[in-house]
T-cell receptor, first 110, second 114 residues
Framework: AQRVTQPEKLLSVFKGAPVELKCNYS??????LFWYVQYSRQRLQLLLR??SRESIKGFTADLNKGETSFHLKKPFAQEEDSAMYYC????????????FGSGTRLLVRP | KAGVTQTPRYLIKTRGQQVTLSCSPI?????VSWYQQTPGQGLQFLFE???????NKGNFPGRFSGRQFSNSRSEMNVSTLELGDSALYLC?????????????FGNGTRLTVT
């Protein structure tokens, strides 16, 4: 079965510390992986997708097919990074049918 | 460009009733998807419409249905409401070609079933 696992419900770090939000997936086909973010009182929005291979707001994520992981990383956390982060999986085709993880709340303390 | 608009923002219904939720996509977007978000199950895909046709469907009972109009606006209907249908319902739109366009979410409709 297709599944996305985010093992941490809450990740608390101090400003300036490195951040790694974990995401593991199970999928038999060729996946497309995403990270979505929801800041306080804002709508869910795309942070990055693996096919773009971009760095957004200092965040990067590398798809590791051997470990079936797509961890989100940032070398130096900022207070404004505090938000809910969701990892999501989709198959590679023209439509969206996202499978979301349960989410990780990132809290960056001053 | 205006974002994805969902109405109403809040709804309170009683068991057994039915409800209709509305979603207006971003101008030019032809695909509309619906997701249910609950504390227990998280975000789950309901269905996706593209050019007035259901293109994808999640694992929800037939009480959950939707449709899309020629202007790409979409409605979702839930009949014979159950307490477990209480959730935040999110609508998202895209151009219809996932490789070209990210998915844009609305603020959601919070449904409470009593």
């Amino acid at each position: 079965a297709q599944r996305v696992t985010q093992p941490e419900k809450l990740l608390s770090v101090f400003k300036g510390a490195p951040v790694e939000l974990k995401c593991n997936y199970s999928y038999s086909g060729s996946p497309e992986l995403f990270w979505y973010v929801q800041y306080s009182r804002q709508r869910l929005q795309l942070l990055l997708r693996h096919i773009s291979r971009e760095s957004i707001k200092g965040f990067t994520a590398d798809l590791n097919k051997g470990e079936t992981s797509f961890h989100l990383k940032k070398p130096f956390a900022q207070e404004e990074d505090s938000a809910m982060y969701y990892c999501a999986l989709d198959k590679v085709d023209s439509s969206y049918k996202l499978i979301f993880g349960s989410g990780t709340r990132l809290l960056v303390r001053p | 460009k205006a974002g994805v608009t969902q109405t109403p923002r809040y709804l309170i219904k009683t068991r057994g009733q039915q409800v209709t939720l509305s979603c207006s996509p971003i101008s030019g977007h032809r695909s509309v998807s619906w997701y249910q978000q609950t504390p227990g199950q998280g975000l789950q895909f309901l269905f996706e419409y593209f050019s007035e046709t259901q293109r994808n469907k999640g694992n929800f009972p037939g009480r959950f249905s939707g449709r899309q109009f020629s202007n790409s606006r979409s409605e979702m209907n839930v009949s014979t409401l159950e307490l477990g249908d209480s959730a935040l319902y999110l609508c998202a739109s895209s151009t219809g070609q996932a490789q070209e366009s990210p998915l844009h979410f609305g603020n959601g409709t919070r449904l409470t079933v009593t």
